[in-house]
């Protein structure tokens, strides 16, 4: 609690003005996701209040900050709601006064002539900012949720206060990304007044499968992006260094690192690389298997392969690679962009995500095959019981 004292006694308010522009400061603040940064969204919701709410309305008007005002709460929401809809010049003296008993039914007798002037001139300097007011219609069956109220406030507000044209329609679906809502996104944001490059989606790409929303992985893919330009090694280094905590997978990566800096008598834990990832996977797949991302060597390019009794699959048949065409007369790379993020998906037993990889390789027998070994192997080690069932569960529908 923030307990604000201006002094004065038995008066309501002291905090409005404190608190717009502590609002205000934390709305600059860039939060930082997955490499992506955005600025903390804000939002004031109205139910009901009184004149003190209509200076925390103007205040926050003032600052740019959006307000979704809850018509059918009572008092002060539903005041401003039944004056949003009207030009300015209709907003006067006599009409204020009129709807001042919907305001403060007690206490609307006690309101001075010049208390209602200076009430008005707020109600105006409200109006004029009125594409930073959203009505919500809280009585109305047929109406969404609030939560769609909130965002459509949020892309409206982002609207009038960025003018760059392509950065705003970014802060849009950052917006609509950390919302979770591909909904919106595909009616307000992928819409005929903006052509996306598929390498502007990359960011929110990475956002989207950090945080496991798969449905905006298939927005993104069906709007251009490309894996094989999206999936570089910096990439999928970043998306191993946002595997999710919680998981026996990045637990394991740790213990990779521990290892090395106590073998090595490192003053300090070493920095996640690929070859560190090609050690645990080896150690799931089997010690018959090459390493997928070889430590780096002299300048001679690295020849993946996997062996198995009877069975040679070379880099050219390799079970996880996608079929893409490589350059000339450069030597094959241990990346494969469809591979990586399979592997990626199922070592976090992400199902969804590793559904959409897996459906884009080349071999799908064989990668299924893969990835089902990932999984038994990692339920075995899995000392919680639902993660367990789940990767059998994945392991055998591969």
Partial sequence: FILVDDGTNGRYGAEIILRAKLEKFISQQTKLKGGVAIKIPIVCVVLEGGTGTLDTIYNAISNNTPCVIVEGSGRAADFIAQVAQLPISKITVSLIQEKLPTLSPDKCDTFTEDKIVELTKQIQDIMRHS????????????????????????LKASLRLDQQGHENWEHQLKLAVAWNRVDIARSEIFTDDHQWKPSDLHPVMTTALIDNKPAFVKLFLEHGVHLEEYATQETILNLYNNTDPSCLFHGKLAKILEDEKVRYKLTATPKLCLHHVSQVLRELLGGFTKHLYPKPKRAESSRLSIIVPHIKINVQKDPFRS?????????PCSMDPVRD???????QNRKELANIFWAQCHDCIAAA???SKILKEL??????????EDMLALAEDF
């Fill in 369 to 371: 095959l893969g990835c």
């Fill in 131 to 154: 594409q930073l007011l959203t009505i919500f219609q809280a009585d109305k069956d047929d109406q969404h949720n609030i939560d769609d109220a909130i965002i459509q406030a949020l």
């Fill in 341 to 347: 993020l399979l592997i990626w998906a199922v070592v």
């Fill in 379 to 388: 339920s075995k080690e899995e000392e919680d019981t639902d993660p367990s």
């Fill in 323 to 331: 079929s893409h065409k490589r350059s000339h007369g450069k030597p």
